[in-house]
Nanobody, 126 residues
Framework: QVPLVESGGGLLQAGGSLRLSCAAS??????????MGWFRQAPGKERECVAA????????LYADSVKGRFTISRDNAKNTVYLQMNSLKPEDTAVYYC?????????????????WGQGTQVTVSS
């Protein structure tokens, strides 16, 4: 059973918006125990963290490249984390993954996330 399932990806033109969702159903602990992150990986590039949020949702972090355009949020009652992406650019094209971490502090390090989804493709055309 895949613990995290992403949805909402697609193909769109630059300047458009998408909202990604990640539903948790197979985590070891309750969803609200985990800090959650959204990562992306473009062809030939390393996986990078674009946004992360603490278990309660009170603290977030963003990559500089997406600040002011992307917003991460979560609904613990629905076991879901979201990534609202606005003003999309061609360089945002990548496979987007959500991940769950039990690390004590919010982190952008992928190695500190123990559960991953299978990813959803986002393609932004110019």
């Amino acid at each position: 059973q895949v613990p995290l399932v992403e949805s909402g990806g697609g193909l769109l033109q630059a300047g458009g918006s998408l909202r990604l969702s990640c539903a948790a159903s197979g985590l070891t602990l309750t969803f609200s125990s985990y800090n959650m992150g959204w990562f992306r990986q473009a062809p030939g590039k390393e996986r990078e963290c674009v946004a992360a949020i603490t278990w309660r949702g009170g603290t977030t972090l963003y990559a500089d490249s997406v600040k002011g355009r992307f917003t991460i949020s979560r609904d613990n009652a629905k076991n879901t984390v979201y990534l609202q992406m606005n003003s999309l650019k061609p360089e945002d094209t990548a496979v987007y993954y959500c991940a769950a971490s039990l690390w004590s502090s919010l982190t952008a390090k992928s190695t500190l996330y123990g559960h991953w989804g299978q990813g959803t493709q986002v393609t932004v055309s110019s």
